[in-house]
């Protein structure tokens, strides 16, 4: 976690770095519009194969060459001549966008077998803090080092944090959950190429409600990209003079409120033994979507540090609650569903800022967010009312 944490400041440090020198190099606005869609449709497929890749390779070997990979790409962009370092951006749009999403599922996935069933949660727990903190760290230390040492010491900044990933999991003394199938029986060789592809879906629809919680994380995600699109469009008219102040002020508060939900859910699952169910899920998402909606609609500066925090905390409890949910799956289907799950995710997002961007010419973000996460608040209550009246269900259920 301490490797994913160092790579995660890398990533957010270059999501700022990166935009701006695209934006330098080519003098087009464009430009930096095609490299994050690059970098989000490379999510988007790398989603649609991990499952199959994990059926055949360890976790552990994908999050270490995921790792390689997005390092050795960050040198034809340090070293490359000034002609050739816009091929080298794109290339890097894609390999970090693919392999970004598959480290991802594979070290979702692999975390029960990592720490075991009954710590996933603190495991969870533990990866949200650090990355939290990375973001913020990022995000505040990018205009810094940029404006210092300049583009070239960001990107060697990001290779360097791509080694130390790479190699704290190259220590693992696990094999980080073994291959997708090992549970499973073995496909026949002739059946695979058919029986790949539906697995996930299969998957949710064994586990009542899945399919409902994953296609709420994809409409999550549409939520997300409103209030991340729109923060800088409002901090503006906020502050002609400094229109990075809000922004700023508002992610730190929200890292704060994130690292204090985990630090309850760990106190909680010390305590009781138990983990943040798919309840947790619904109402942490309601909750989310509310704050993010209120921090929009002018309150003053006090009621908008609490709801700044208050959304942190919630989108603490629904990444926790989400990803040990998920890792209840069996070994097999868990990395096709966390697979898929990256897919819905980047569809929702990749979706979401095309439409918020054309929607903020026209409309406040208020508005926007307020339709955006809106909807995401509507599906939760529905998911919430099901999974409700499931656990009633069982609850007067005779014994067997």
Not at 25 to 51: D, N, Q, S
Not at 342 to 359: C, D, Q, Y
Request: charged share 10%; with cysteine; proline share 4%.
């Amino acid at each position: 976690m301490a490797g994913y944490a160092v790579s995660s400041y890398g990533t957010f440090l270059n999501m700022v770095a990166l935009n701006l020198f695209v934006y330098e190099t080519t003098g087009r606005a464009l430009a930096m519009g095609l490299f994050m869609a690059l970098r989000l449709g490379a999510g988007f497929l790398a989603g649609l194969v991990a499952g199959g890749l994990l059926a055949r390779f360890t976790a552990k070997s994908v999050m270490l060459w995921t790792n390689v990979a997005q390092g050795a790409v960050m040198v034809p962009l340090i070293l490359a001549p000034d002609g050739w370092r816009t091929a080298s951006l794109f290339a890097v749009s894609v390999v970090v966008g693919a392999c970004g999403t598959l480290f991802m599922v594979s070290l979702r996935s692999s975390v029960p077998e990592m720490v075991g069933e009954e710590r996933r949660s603190w495991a969870n727990s533990l990866s949200v803090t650090g990355r939290s903190l990375a973001m913020v760290a990022g995000f505040a230390s990018a205009g810094v080092v940029v404006s210092l040492v300049g583009y070239t010491a960001a990107f060697v900044v990001d290779l360097a944090t791509f080694a130390v990933c790479a190699l704290t999991v190259a220590l693992l003394p696990v094999a980080g959950g073994g291959k997708g199938r090992s549970d499973a029986a073995p496909a026949k060789e002739e059946d695979g190429p058919r029986r790949r592809s539906p697995v996930a879906f299969a998957a949710l629809a064994a586990v009542p409600g899945l399919g409902l919680m994953v296609g709420l994380r994809g409409v999550d995600a549409l939520g997300s990209s409103s209030h991340n699109a729109a923060l800088p469009v409002h901090s503006a008219a906020l502050d002609d003079a400094h229109p990075a102040l809000f922004v700023s002020a508002f992610w730190c508060l929200w890292a704060v409120g994130n690292i204090v939900a985990q630090q309850v859910i760990q106190r909680y699952g010390r305590r009781t033994g138990r983990s943040v169910g798919a309840a947790g899920f619904g109402y942490g998402t309601c909750v989310m979507s509310a704050a993010f909606i209120l921090a929009f609609a002018g309150f003053p500066a006090a009621a908008t540090v609490v709801i700044a925090l208050v959304a942190g905390a919630a989108d603490g409890l629904t990444e926790v609650s989400y990803t040990s949910h998920l890792q209840t799956l069996p070994a097999g289907p868990r990395a096709h569903a966390f697979g898929l799950s990256a897919t819905v995710e980047n569809l929702g997002f990749g979706a979401g800022m095309i439409a918020v961007a054309a929607a903020l010419e026209h409309v406040s973000p208020f508005a926007v967010v307020g339709w955006s996460h809106g909807a995401a608040l509507t599906v939760a209550v529905v998911f919430l009312v099901r999974t409700t009246g499931r656990r009633r269900a069982r609850a007067a259920a005779p014994a067997p």
